[in-house]
C-alpha cells in the first residue's frame, strides 16, 4: 500500500464522522434557509403580482419601483428612528444598570434574573401592558403613564404616545428598550468585570482621577462590548414586528418595513412585492451581521480556539 | 475594599489587586460595605423593583374585576378573584396551549437530535477552515425570519401543509437548530480536551465519547440550550401568524386575536397575558441558572 493512499484513508476515517454528524443540520438550514432566501429573491425579481400569475422575470424592476413610494419612505424612516432610540436607550439603560450591579449590591444573582426576565416573555403578552401603560385615551379615561403623570402633577408629560404623529415611533421604542437593557446590562457587567483591576489600580498610581481611569482605560477596554450590543439591537431593531402588533396594531404612524411586507403578502396578496421588501430586509440585516460574524471569528481564531 | 464571604470562594485569598478571578468570569463585584453600599443596594432594588412593575402589574390586573382594572388611581388593594382565568381557560384556550406545546416540544428536542452531534463535530473537527465555513453556513442566527416567509407560504401552500402544526415545528428547528448549534459549540469549547483525548486513547469510540463522557459534562449547557429553544418556540408570532389558521394556531396568535376582540377588558386581557407567560416563569424559575446563562449567550432572536 503506497503511504499516499494510508494518507488518504486516515483523513477520511478523521473526517467522515464529523461530516455525518453535521450534515443532517446543513441539510436542513440548506434547504429552510438558504433555500427559501433563494426563492425569495427569485419571486422579488419577478413580476408575480398576484397570487395565480407564474411570475417572469424583470430584474430589478421591483426593487427601483419601490422607492417611489410614500409608504415605503415612511416605513424605511420609522425604522430608522426606531433604530436609533432603540439602540441609543437600550445602551444608555443596559451601561446604568451594569454600573450599579458592578459596584456590588446584596443578590446579585437575583437582580440579574429580574433584568433578564422581560426578554423571556414575549413581545404579545408584554405588549399588551405596555399598551395599557401608553393608553393614548383622553385623560378622563387615561391609564397607566398618563394617568400617573397627571396624578403627580406633571400634566406637561401626558402626550399620546404611539397615536402621536411626531414622536409615536419614538414611544414604540420605549418597550423594546425595556426589554433589551437586561440583555446590555449583561454584557456591559461581563466586559467590566474583564478589566482587570491592576489596570485601573495602575493608572490611579500614576496620579488619573477616577474619571479619567474611566474614560482612558475602562470605556476604551468596552469596544468590543459596544460593538456587539450594537450589532445585536441594530439587526433586532430591523425585524421588529410582534411588538408593534401587540402595542399599536397596523396603523401608518408606526408602519415598519415588515408590518408592510405583512400587508403585501396576506392583505393584498401581491408576493412579488413582499418578497421584495423581504429581500432589503435581509440585505439590511445581512450588511450589519455578516461582517460582525467574520470579526467573531477571526477573534476566536487568534484567542487559539 | 474587603472580600466577603463568596467572594472568596471564587478567588483564592490574594491580594484584590490579581486578576485570578477576573479571568473565570465569576467574580462577584467588588463589594462595600458601610452604609454607602448599603445604600447602593437600596436603590438598586428599587431601580429593579421600576423595571418588573410591568409584570408585576400584569399579574394583578389578572386578579381583578374588571372593575377594579379601570379606577384611577389604580387600586393596589382588593379582592382578588380568579373570574378572569375562568373566563379565558373556559373558553377555547386549550387547543391553542396544546399547539403550542407541540411546537415547542417536538421542535425542541428535534434542535437538540441534530444540534447537539453538529455542535460536537463543530468543535472537534482536525481542519479548520473547513470548519470556519460549515460553522459560518450553520450560525446564520441573525437572519430575519420575515427574508423565508413568502416562499414558504407558497410552498406551504401548494403541498397543502399550510394551517398544520408539522410544519411549524419543523420551521421552529430551523429556526432554532443555528442558535442552538452556536451555543452548544460555545459549551464544548468549554469542556477541557484532556477528556475526550484520554477516552480517545484508550480506544473509545467517537459515539461512545459523545454519550460517556461529553453528555454527563455538557447537562447544563445543553439544558440552557434547550430553555432558549423553547422559550423561542413558544413565543414565536409571525410564523404562526401566516402559516396557520384555526386548526393549528399557537397562544400568541390566539392573544392577538384576544386583544382585537376584547381590546378594552384589560383584567381578562392580563389573565390571558398572565397564563401565557406562566410556562416561561416556571420553568424559568425551576432553571433559573441555566436560564440566566442562556439568555445572556443565545439571546440573538
Not at chain 1, 401608553?134 to 397615536?163: C, H, S, Y
Not at chain 2, 398544520?164 to 452556536?182: C, E, G, H, R, S
Not at chain 2, 400568541?252 to 416563569?281: D, H, K, N, R
Request: glycine share 8%; proline share 5%; charged share 15%.
Amino acid at each position: 500500500m503506497s503511504t499516499k493512499k494510508e494518507v488518504a484513508v486516515r483523513r477520511v476515517r478523521t473526517w467522515l464522522p464529523g461530516l455525518l454528524l453535521v450534515s443532517p443540520s446543513i441539510v436542513l438550514i440548506a434547504v429552510f434557509v438558504y433555500g427559501m432566501i433563494g426563492w425569495n429573491f427569485q419571486l422579488a425579481m419577478s413580476d408575480k403580482h398576484k397570487p395565480i400569475h407564474d411570475g417572469e422575470f424583470v430584474g430589478f424592476a421591483n426593487f427601483v419601483a419601490l422607492w417611489s413610494e410614500a409608504r415605503w419612505l415612511n416605513a424605511v424612516g420609522n425604522a430608522v428612528i426606531f433604530t436609533a432610540v432603540f439602540v441609543g436607550g437600550a445602551l444608555v439603560m443596559g451601561w446604568l444598570l451594569g454600573l450599579l450591579l458592578d459596584k456590588g449590591v446584596r443578590g446579585e444573582a437575583a437582580l440579574r434574573t429580574i433584568y433578564l426576565a422581560p426578554m423571556a416573555i414575549s413581545f404579545i403578552a408584554t405588549g399588551l401592558v405596555w399598551r395599557w401603560l401608553m393608553n393614548p385615551a383622553p385623560i378622563e379615561r387615561a391609564t397607566g403613564l398618563n394617568a400617573l403623570f397627571a396624578n403627580l402633577g406633571l400634566d406637561f408629560l401626558v402626550n399620546d404616545w404611539w397615536t402621536s404623529p411626531d414622536f409615536g415611533m419614538v414611544a414604540m421604542a420605549l418597550p423594546a428598550v425595556w426589554q433589551l437593557s437586561g440583555y446590555i446590562m449583561a454584557l456591559f457587567l461581563a466586559g467590566f468585570r474583564g478589566i482587570s483591576d491592576d489596570l485601573r489600580e495602575a493608572a490611579r498610581v500614576d496620579g488619573c482621577s477616577e474619571w479619567q481611569v474611566y474614560t482612558k482605560v475602562v470605556i476604551p477596554q468596552l469596544r468590543p462590548v459596544v460593538l456587539s450590543a450594537v450589532i445585536i439591537l441594530g439587526h433586532m431593531s430591523l425585524k421588529v414586528f410582534d411588538l408593534i402588533i401587540a402595542v399599536a396594531g397596523k396603523q401608518i404612524i408606526t408602519d415598519v418595513p415588515a408590518i408592510f411586507m405583512f400587508d403585501m403578502v396576506f392583505e393584498v396578496r401581491d408576493p412579488a412585492k413582499g418578497a421584495t421588501i423581504a429581500a432589503y430586509m435581509l440585505m439590511a440585516v445581512a450588511a450589519v451581521v455578516i461582517p460582525y460574524l467574520i470579526w467573531t471569528i477571526r477573534k476566536e481564531r487568534s484567542e487559539g480556539r | 475594599m474587603t472580600a466577603t464571604a463568596d467572594h472568596a470562594k471564587t478567588a483564592r485569598p490574594v491580594p484584590p489587586t490579581t486578576t485570578g478571578a477576573a479571568r473565570k468570569g465569576g467574580r462577584p463585584g467588588r463589594r462595600k460595605s458601610g452604609p454607602g453600599g448599603r445604600a447602593l443596594t437600596v436603590f438598586t432594588w428599587a431601580v429593579a423593583l421600576v423595571f418588573i412593575s410591568p409584570v408585576l402589574w400584569m399579574v394583578l390586573t389578572a386578579f381583578k374585576q374588571e372593575g377594579d382594572a379601570y379606577t384611577d388611581p389604580p387600586k393596589v388593594l382588593f379582592t382578588p378573584t380568579l373570574e378572569q382565568f375562568g373566563a379565558v381557560l373556559g373558553g377555547d384556550f386549550l387547543p391553542y396551549v396544546g399547539n403550542s406545546a407541540i411546537a415547542t416540544l417536538f421542535s425542541t428536542a428535534l434542535v437538540l437530535l441534530l444540534g447537539v452531534p453538529a455542535a460536537y463535530a463543530l468543535s472537534i473537527a482536525p481542519v479548520r477552515r473547513t470548519k470556519d465555513v460549515l460553522f459560518f453556513f450553520i450560525s446564520t442566527k441573525m437572519l430575519p425570519v420575515v427574508a423565508v416567509i413568502v416562499p414558504l407560504y407558497v410552498a406551504a401552500g401548494r403541498i397543502r401543509m399550510l394551517d398544520n402544526i408539522w410544519t411549524l415545528v419543523l420551521l421552529y428547528t430551523a429556526m432554532n437548530l443555528p442558535i442552538a448549534v452556536w451555543m452548544l459549540r460555545s459549551f464544548f469549547l468549554e469542556v477541557p480536551t484532556g477528556i475526550i483525548e484520554a477516552a480517545r486513547l484508550e480506544g473509545a469510540s467517537l459515539s461512545r465519547v459523545l454519550w460517556s463522557v461529553m453528555l454527563p459534562v455538557m447537562a447544563p449547557g445543553i439544558a440552557a440550550t434547550a430553555l432558549i429553544c423553547m422559550i423561542f418556540s413558544w413565543n414565536e408570532f409571525f410564523f404562526a401568524l401566516n402559516l396557520t389558521a384555526a386548526k393549528a394556531a399557537t397562544v400568541p396568535v390566539f392573544m392577538t386575536g384576544f386583544i382585537t376582540s376584547e381590546g378594552l377588558y384589560w383584567a381578562q386581557l392580563s389573565a390571558a397575558a398572565t397564563v401565557v407567560s406562566l410556562p416561561i416563569v416556571i420553568v424559568g424559575w425551576v432553571a433559573q441558572r441555566q436560564l440566566v446563562r442562556g439568555l445572556s449567550m443565545g439571546a440573538v432572536k
